[in-house]
């Protein structure tokens, strides 16, 4: 996965989805303990949240020029959010 960033991101919308499941939703097969355990320390809390508070700069660097854009799907700001992870400057305008 770590080379392949589009399976990587596909990988981790799918984790809560299969919190309580014994077979993956995709392909059926049996989801052991281990694999499990092993998709949970390539996607560790570290990771997710320093991927988070990235995207929380970024959306407000991207509203500070360009508007206001839509928030962030709600499980993500539930789970991983990051509020106040870094602040947009009220000096910056929107270039025209």
Not at 4 to 26: I, S, T, Y
Not at 42 to 69: E, N, Q, W, Y
């Amino acid at each position: 996965m770590a080379q392949n960033a589009d399976v990587e991101r596909w990988v981790l919308q799918g984790m809560p989805l299969h919190q309580h499941q014994d077979d993956c939703l995709f392909c059926a097969s049996p989801l052991s303990e281990e694999r499990l355990a092993a998709l949970r320390t390539h996607f560790s809390k570290d990771l997710t949240t320093h991927a988070d508070a990235i995207a929380t700069c970024l959306r407000l660097s991207h509203t500070a020029v360009d508007g206001p854009v839509p928030p962030l799907p709600p499980h993500r700001h539930r789970r991983f959010g990051v509020p106040g992870a870094c602040q947009a400057r009220p000096d910056v305008r929107r270039l025209a």
